[in-house]
């Protein structure tokens, strides 16, 4: 029979970032190259059942996949990077005793198609393993812990509504923070699934890369103002500012991952299709934007007061597979 002491449930979010990281100025501890700042999404999250084993060589995971019926032992990749995750959440919490643990991983939301999972997930398993070695962390720690995992997504997916994971100088004083609840400002990100398939190249490799990209300089450069005009425009919520300012950073991250060697094109014929149409649907006066993250799929952001037209004009799409409407939302929780 199997054995089991503690289980807690966990839900994070996944986050859509409206100011970008691409590259990092230390990979050993996941520092980003500028400033961020994100918002978390209602309906995209991941829930993490863990299980607390008495024998510390357990060490299970088991994934059930969007629309799957049931959850999958997974023995490969996902496990290996959990599994290393765990030895540095050990050391970062200073802890000694060993224990085992299985997790059961669910996802809302389609995987590795740039609606980053892994930061939900990651975040979501942060907390697990503070819970593991019951250690009650303070949310600046727990981004830290997040960040840790490899995907410095996470790092804004712990803290609620809109959030800003500041670059630092070093692994301890990178960290996000919230700017504003939840409920500040009622946007909306439709994310348009324009294909289920799971990307081939990870983000990991892709920040490495961005060294190489002659345009990176400028992305930083204009970045660091961007992010400045942007918190600005977020105070008054001048939303077609706002938007011009989602879309200008989305596209100057793209350059870069274009550009840099080897390319990272994550970009489809329908991605492209989708821009094409947010362009046309603001001619019609109806202010929606684009943002892509290192995938092939299209976050739309609108104004909540225009969701159901945005959502019906991208809805008629034969590019469009299927929509996934996002308030923006908390932060990661212990929920049970
Ligand atoms: C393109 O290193 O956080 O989404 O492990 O793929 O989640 P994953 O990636 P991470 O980099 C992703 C960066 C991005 C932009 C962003 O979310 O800021």
């Known amino acids: 029979m199997k054995q089991t002491n503690r289980v807690s449930i966990i839900k994070s979010p996944a986050n859509i970032a409206f100011i970008k990281y691409w590259g990092r100025s230390s990979t050993k501890d996941i520092l980003p190259l500028t400033d961020t700042f994100s918002m978390n999404l209602s ?28 959850h999958k032992q997974d023995t490969g990749t996902a496990l290996l990077k959990v599994q290393q ?4 959440a050990k050391k970062y919490l200073g802890v000694t005793k060993n224990f085992g643990f299985r997790i059961y991983s669910e996802n809302s939301f389609p995987k590795k198609a740039g609606i980053a999972s892994s930061a939900s997930f990651f975040s979501a398993q942060a907390l697990a393993f503070a819970t593991l070695f019951e250690k009650k962390l303070p949310e600046k720690q727990l981004s830290i812990l997040s960040r840790l995992s490899g995907s410095g997504s996470a790092a804004r997916s712990v803290c ?22 939840a409920t500040y400002w ?12 799971e990307k081939k190249a990870g983000s990991g490799e892709g920040h490495e890369g961005a060294h190489t990209s002659p345009f990176l300089s400028c992305r930083i450069s204009s970045t660091k103002k961007r992010i400045r005009h942007m918190l600005d425009t977020f105070k008054t919520k001048d939303f077609v500012t706002f938007g011009r300012l989602i879309e200008e950073d989305a596209v100057s991250m793209h350059a870069v991952m274009m550009t840099q060697s080897p390319p990272l094109y994550y970009w489809s014929g329908a991605t492209m299709e989708v821009i094409k149409k947010t362009l ?15 995938g ?7 104004e909540k007061k225009n969701e159901k037209k945005v959502f019906s004009y991208f809805s008629k799409l034969k590019e469009v597979q299927e929509i996934i409407s996002n308030d923006p939302a908390v932060g990661t929780r212990l929920i049970g």
């Open 43 to 70: 309906n995209c999250y991941t829930i993490v059942r863990l299980e607390v084993v008495d024998d510390s060589g357990v060490q299970e995971l088991f994934i059930k996949d969007y629309k799957a019926e049931t």
């Open 85 to 88: 995750y765990y030895a540095r």
């Open 160 to 181: 609620d509504g809109f959030v800003v994971w500041k670059k630092g100088a070093n692994s301890t004083n990178s960290y996000a923070q919230s700017i504003a609840p």
């Open 186 to 197: 009622k946007l909306v990100d439709l994310v348009l699934i324009l294909t289920y398939q």
């Open 280 to 294: 046309a649907l603001r001619e019609q006066g109806i202010e929606a934007y684009f943002t892509i993250d290192a």
């Open 296 to 302: 092939e799929n299209v976050h739309i952001i609108c």
